[in-house]
């Protein structure tokens, strides 16, 4: 028996039927190790020695293969072919040897491209020993984020409130997004005007021109600045005669793009499918795991992860095929079409995103497939095919005319373009981000020296426009040109810049939000170095030269925390009044505009005298007055937000995280949206400070609703919470549907039943919440029918544990059903949310506390110690949850 490991079970499910009774496949569900999130777990002092920790679930992989092995022939690691599968195969042999596991038997690394048999069975004729050059690079990788992520967001919480943390390869895109906001702020609209002729051959043909000279001088585009001259060339050419100077007709062709990279495809399938690159990524994932063709499994693409652009010959000979057969020897060309690597830093030899297989048509495999995976499929069959085929033949046609008034000539130009033969255009077109299609109209027939009428003559005013904000798709393609990240991870940037609520997306474009501006602008001011572009391409080259075994991964390393070290030092003594200086300075065009009066636009208008300026609070940046307390004028950054006098609490209307809705027409009170210390609520009215007032009420936000989407209408129905939704079948007492300390539920007298994930408390209707009732009633609470339910905040990913927040004996809990962690008495459980409560169950599990008791009579045996790579851990330290190193370092 031959053991084979794999990373997912879907390919671990489809690949034992490829290969039969003699092998038995595994799936090591990704990456069973990690650092923990703690200090230590990369060590520069001990050149960098790294803490591995097995993850829970990687425990039980782990066991499982163990199981497996005993006994076997042969152990295969056929993780993907890259260096994240290089890793985890690593990691699997270093976990079963720190278990004794491997004595005599051998071990071999298969990769394959695509989940086919015909693939899978060419990986394993031709196995090789694990890739120690691109474990290294792995290695590289892993540290410097986990050294940037543990030292540099430690610095940005202290000197930064409100700041979540900074990642090596997330600060730099996020610096583009930024400055390409301050571009668009910067910009200064220019006038300038366009003159059109509209003109008619001989024949009574009529086209366009445009006007390119006069009295011998070139006119470019923003040369006719004001109306005065637009309306000067306008009646000259009113008056003038017309003729055709010259006519140029020129064949050109136009080539095919190359087969999808990763990068390409999450901007052809953003510009295209509307798909944000994260989801283009799952789909894939799912399209080359396989789905269910004909009663069998089958990989429809390619590995998804990849710079290559180009393909194995027997591919490219199958596409020729495919062209043949659907368009007509004429589409394809006399040689197979080659295509190289052109972006920067690209360094995986893998073949491009393609299909398995040319002959499955998008349209035969459609209807086995989901709308996404079939858009998906069709858009990488399409683009790969036409790669393949003939180039368009074009003819590009230039008319230059004379315009003749008195003694003055004034010159056009009339441009057009016929498509000769369609060639790859007959299947497929690349889109474009931001650029207009600059194909020209059909020209009609003329010669030299053709006379022409004048129809018409048309100025028109127009302005220049700031550069466009990022999509999603012209970012990815931005860094790729930069040579900054690589293909795998652009996904999960993006995301990331997103979950911490850096940037936002409107109108599918990405504008930075101002928290996002401030994390910038702090690492501009102090940490240049490691935010500029050159660097963190030079970085991502050094990490390339590491995987082609040309340099010691830990050489980079000791280079890279020389100088880091010494940067995080330098901030130790950093004063708060510097920080907001350096932001001040960075920061001020967008937080102080120029007015339209021409007044200082630092000048308080509340006081009059005092200057604004940046201030940092407990809910992280505002502005203020430079006379507080006696003036306690306050508001958010940006000027778009409510202005007014606060009284330095988080109450003011125009204090920062502050945003009135508008007010209540029952009571005539103002509802506000704020960020709390714990999550963002609602609140009707404001707070007294008289002893005895009667607090005002609030509610917390549903969980996953985005406090961006909330209007006053979703605020007044979230306040007017508890709402009856049914009468109970047997005591006819209402069901109650509101929002509690532990999230939305239902309540019948003391009965609570949690809502699920897709129930919405403001819709859930009258049967879902009987049945919610009913089941709580007949023992769906296991000994708690009527006590609170506590509140779901969701599952760990790494550990696969839902957590939820109790109220217990000694005061509220979070619990992932093996450990328990008491909430300090600084957090509140309405607002813990599940980022926090992992930090809590994680940092109470390596403190060796908080276990539950095992149930009577049964026997736990003690885990193993975890492995290490270079030091050994802590004979009973358990693992820290996988989210939250991510969390911390990404």
């Given at each position: 028996?031959?053991?084979?490991?794999?990373?997912?079970?879907?390919?671990?499910?489809?690949?034992?039927?490829?290969?039969?009774?003699?092998?038995?496949?595994?799936?090591?569900?990704?990456?069973?190790?990690?650092?923990?999130?703690?200090?230590?777990?990369?060590?520069?002092?001990?050149?960098?020695?790294?803490?591995?920790?097995?993850?829970?679930?990687?425990?039980?992989?782990?066991?499982?293969?163990?199981?497996?092995?005993?006994?076997?022939?042969?152990?295969?690691?056929?993780?993907?072919?890259?260096?994240?599968?290089?890793?985890?195969?690593?990691?699997?042999?270093?976990?079963?040897?720190?278990?004794?596991?491997?004595?005599?038997?051998?071990?071999?690394?298969?990769?394959?491209?695509?989940?086919?048999?015909?693939?899978?069975?060419?990986?394993?004729?031709?196995?090789?020993?694990?890739?120690?050059?691109?474990?290294?690079?792995?290695?590289?990788?892993?540290?410097?984020?986990?050294?940037?992520?543990?030292?540099?967001?430690?610095?940005?919480?202290?000197?930064?409130?409100?700041?979540?943390?900074?990642?090596?390869?997330?600060?730099?895109?996020?610096?583009?997004?930024?400055?390409?906001?301050?571009?668009?702020?910067?910009?200064?609209?220019?006038?300038?005007?366009?003159i059109v002729a509209t003109l008619v051959t001989e024949e009574g043909a009529v086209f366009e021109a445009r006007l390119v000279g006069a009295d011998g001088k070139r006119i470019q585009?923003?040369?006719?600045?004001?109306?005065?001259?637009?309306?000067?060339?306008?009646?000259?050419?009113?008056?003038?005669?017309?003729?055709?100077?010259?006519?140029?007709?020129?064949?050109?062709?136009?080539?095919?793009?190359?087969?999808?990279?990763?990068?390409?495809?999450?901007?052809?399938?953003?510009?295209?499918?509307?798909?944000?690159?994260?989801?283009?990524?799952?789909?894939?994932?799912?399209?080359?795991?396989?789905?269910?063709?004909?009663?069998?499994?089958?990989?429809?693409?390619?590995?998804?992860?990849?710079?290559?652009?180009?393909?194995?010959?027997?591919?490219?000979?199958?596409?020729?095929?495919?062209?043949?057969?659907?368009?007509?020897?004429?589409?394809?060309?006399?040689?197979?079409?080659?295509?190289?690597?052109?972006?920067?830093?690209?360094?995986?030899?893998?073949?491009?995103?393609?299909?398995?297989?040319?002959?499955?048509?998008?349209?035969?495999?459609?209807?086995?497939?989901?709308?996404?995976?079939?858009?998906?499929?069709?858009?990488?069959?399409?683009?790969?095919?036409?790669?393949?085929?003939?180039?368009?033949?074009?003819?590009?046609?230039?008319?230059?005319?004379?315009?003749?008034?008195?003694?003055?000539?004034?010159?056009?130009?009339?441009?057009?373009?016929?498509?000769?033969?369609?060639?790859?255009?007959?299947?497929?077109?690349?889109?474009?981000?931001?650029?207009?299609?600059?194909?020209?109209?059909?020209?009609?027939?003329?010669?030299?020296?053709?006379?022409?009428?004048?129809?018409?003559?048309?100025?028109?005013?127009?302005?220049?426009?700031?550069?466009?904000?990022?999509?999603?798709?012209?970012?990815?393609?931005?860094?790729?040109?930069?040579?900054?990240?690589?293909?795998?991870?652009?996904?999960?940037?993006?995301?990331?810049?997103?979950?911490?609520?850096?940037?936002?997306?409107?109108?599918?474009?990405?504008?930075?939000?101002?928290?996002?501006?401030?994390?910038?602008?702090?690492?501009?001011?102090?940490?240049?170095?490691?935010?500029?572009?050159?660097?963190?391409?030079?970085?991502?080259?050094?990490?390339?030269?590491?995987?082609?075994?040309?340099?010691?991964?830990?050489?980079?390393?000791?280079?890279?925390?020389?100088?880091?070290?010494?940067?995080?030092?330098?901030?130790?003594?950093?004063?708060?009044?510097?920080?907001?200086?350096?932001?001040?300075?960075?920061?001020?065009?967008?937080?102080?505009?120029?007015?339209?009066?021409?007044?200082?636009?630092?000048?308080?208008?509340?006081?009059?005298?005092?200057?604004?300026?940046?201030?940092?609070?407990?809910?992280?940046?505002?502005?203020?007055?430079?006379?507080?307390?006696?003036?306690?004028?306050?508001?958010?950054?940006?000027?778009?937000?409510?202005?007014?006098?606060?009284?330095?609490?988080?109450?003011?209307?125009?204090?920062?995280?502050?945003?009135?809705?508008?007010?209540?027409?029952?009571?005539?009170?103002?509802?506000?949206?704020?960020?709390?210390?714990?999550?963002?609520?609602?609140?009707?009215?404001?707070?007294?400070?008289?002893?005895?007032?009667?607090?005002?009420?609030?509610?917390?936000?549903?969980?996953?609703?985005?406090?961006?989407?909330?209007?006053?209408?979703?605020?007044?129905?979230?306040?007017?919470?508890?709402?009856?939704?049914?009468?109970?079948?047997?005591?006819?007492?209402?069901?109650?549907?509101?929002?509690?300390?532990?999230?939305?539920?239902?309540?019948?007298?003391?009965?609570?039943?949690?809502?699920?994930?897709?129930?919405?408390?403001?819709?859930?209707?009258?049967?879902?919440?009987?049945?919610?009732?009913?089941?709580?009633?007949?023992?769906?609470?296991?000994?708690?029918?009527?006590?609170?339910?506590?509140?779901?905040?969701?599952?760990?990913?790494?550990?696969?544990?839902?957590?939820?927040?109790?109220?217990?004996?000694?005061?509220?809990?979070?619990?992932?059903?093996?450990?328990?962690?008491?909430?300090?008495?600084?957090?509140?459980?309405?607002?813990?949310?599940?980022?926090?409560?992992?930090?809590?169950?994680?940092?109470?599990?390596?403190?060796?506390?908080?276990?539950?008791?095992?149930?009577?009579?049964?026997?736990?045996?003690?885990?193993?110690?975890?492995?290490?790579?270079?030091?050994?851990?802590?004979?009973?330290?358990?693992?820290?949850?996988?989210?939250?190193?991510?969390?911390?370092?990404?």
């Amino acid at each position: 028996m031959k053991v084979v490991v794999v990373e997912s079970p879907a390919k671990a499910k489809t690949i034992n039927k490829y290969l039969g009774k003699d092998y038995e496949v595994l799936a090591s569900f990704g990456h069973i190790r990690d650092l923990p999130a703690k200090d230590g777990s990369v060590d520069p002092e001990a050149d960098f020695a790294m803490l591995w920790e097995l993850q829970d679930k990687g425990s039980q992989r782990v066991s499982e293969i163990a199981r497996a092995i005993k006994g076997a022939d042969k152990l295969i690691l056929a993780t993907d072919p890259d260096r994240e599968g290089e890793a985890i195969s690593w990691h699997v042999v270093e976990a079963l040897t720190a278990r004794k596991a491997l004595k005599g038997i051998p071990i071999e690394r298969v990769t394959f491209n695509a989940i086919t048999k015909a693939s899978v069975d060419a990986a394993m004729k031709k196995p090789r020993q694990i890739d120690q050059a691109l474990v290294d690079a792995y290695l590289a990788r892993r540290a410097l984020d986990y050294l940037v992520g543990f030292n540099l967001s430690p610095v940005l919480w202290r000197k930064l409130p409100g700041a979540k943390s900074a990642g090596r390869v997330q600060s730099v895109a996020l610096r583009l997004v930024v400055e390409r906001e301050m571009e668009i702020e910067r910009f200064k609209p220019r006038e300038y005007w366009s003159i059109v002729a509209t003109l008619v051959t001989e024949e009574g043909a009529v086209f366009e021109a445009r006007l390119v000279g006069a009295d011998g001088k070139r006119i470019q585009r923003l040369d006719v600045g004001n109306g005065e001259d637009a309306a000067r060339f306008k009646k000259d050419l009113e008056l003038a005669t017309f003729q055709v100077a010259s006519v140029e007709a020129k064949p050109a062709k136009r080539h095919p793009a190359p087969p999808f990279t990763t990068s390409t495809l999450q901007q052809e399938a953003s510009r295209k499918l509307g798909m944000a690159p994260a989801q283009t990524m799952r789909v894939a994932q799912r399209l080359y795991e396989g789905v269910d063709i004909g009663g069998e499994t089958v990989g429809l693409i390619t590995y998804m992860r990849t710079d290559g652009v180009d393909m194995v010959p027997e591919a490219i000979r199958d596409a020729r095929s495919v062209i043949g057969k659907e368009y007509g020897d004429r589409y394809v060309p006399d040689v197979p079409r080659r295509y190289t690597v052109k972006a920067k830093n690209a360094q995986e030899a893998h073949e491009a995103v393609r299909p398995t297989e040319m002959s499955r048509l998008p349209k035969q495999v459609a209807r086995m497939l989901d709308s996404e995976q079939a858009k998906l499929y069709d858009l990488i069959w399409t683009r790969t095919v036409a790669s393949q085929m003939e180039s368009a033949e074009l003819e590009r046609t230039t008319v230059e005319i004379t315009a003749k008034v008195g003694p003055r000539t004034i010159e056009l130009r009339a441009t057009g373009q016929v498509v000769k033969f369609d060639g790859f255009l007959t299947l497929y077109q690349e889109g474009k981000d931001d650029e207009e299609d600059e194909d020209g109209k059909r020209l009609p027939p003329m010669a030299a020296g053709d006379p022409l009428k004048r129809e018409r003559i048309a100025s028109t005013q127009h302005f220049t426009e700031p550069p466009p904000r990022f999509s999603e798709a012209s970012l990815v393609k931005r860094m790729e040109e930069l040579g900054i990240g690589r293909p795998s991870t652009y996904a999960a940037v993006l995301q990331t810049l997103r979950d911490r609520e850096y940037v936002k997306i409107e109108k599918k474009r990405l504008q930075p939000e101002d928290k996002g501006r401030l994390v910038t602008g702090f690492l501009e001011s102090f940490f240049k170095r490691y935010v500029e572009y050159d660097f963190t391409a030079d970085l991502e080259g050094q990490l390339d030269r590491v995987s082609n075994a040309e340099i010691d991964w830990r050489d980079v390393l000791r280079d890279f925390w020389r100088d880091f070290s010494a940067a995080i030092g330098g901030t130790k003594e950093l004063r708060v009044t510097e920080v907001l200086e350096a932001l001040n300075g960075l920061l001020g065009p967008h937080i102080f505009p120029d007015k339209a009066d021409g007044s200082n636009p630092r000048t308080c208008p509340t006081c009059g005298t005092g200057q604004l300026s940046l201030k940092l609070g407990k809910f992280g940046a505002f502005v203020g007055c430079s006379n507080y307390p006696e003036c306690k004028f306050t508001r958010q950054l940006a000027t778009s937000g409510v202005e007014g006098e606060g009284d330095g609490s988080s109450e003011g209307g125009g204090q920062p995280g502050v945003r009135v809705l508008g007010n209540d027409p029952a009571t005539g009170l103002p509802v506000t949206i704020r960020d709390g210390r714990f999550g963002t609520f609602l609140q009707l009215g404001e707070a007294s400070t008289e002893k005895d007032a009667a607090k005002p009420k609030r509610s917390s936000l549903p969980k996953g609703m985005a406090a961006s989407s909330v209007d006053l209408a979703i605020a007044l129905r979230l306040l007017s919470l508890p709402r009856e939704v049914a009468k109970h079948p047997e005591s006819g007492e209402p069901i109650l549907a509101s929002i509690g300390r532990y999230g939305p539920y239902v309540q019948h007298g003391k009965t609570y039943a949690n809502l699920g994930k897709d129930d919405d408390v403001l819709e859930i209707g009258g049967n879902r919440a009987i049945d919610l009732i009913v089941a709580k009633e007949q023992g769906g609470g296991r000994g708690r029918p009527s006590g609170d339910p506590g509140r779901a905040l969701g599952k760990d990913e790494a550990s696969g544990r839902d957590l939820v927040v109790k109220a217990g004996k000694y005061g509220p809990y979070v619990s992932d059903g093996e450990v328990n962690a008491t909430l300090p008495k600084s957090m509140s459980a309405d607002a813990l949310t599940l980022a926090e409560g992992i930090d809590l169950v994680n940092a109470k599990r390596a403190s060796g506390g908080g276990k539950k008791a095992p149930a009577r009579g049964r026997k736990t045996a003690a885990k193993k110690p975890a492995s290490t790579a270079a030091k050994k851990a802590p004979a009973k330290k358990p693992a820290v949850k996988k989210a939250a190193a991510k969390k911390s370092a990404s």
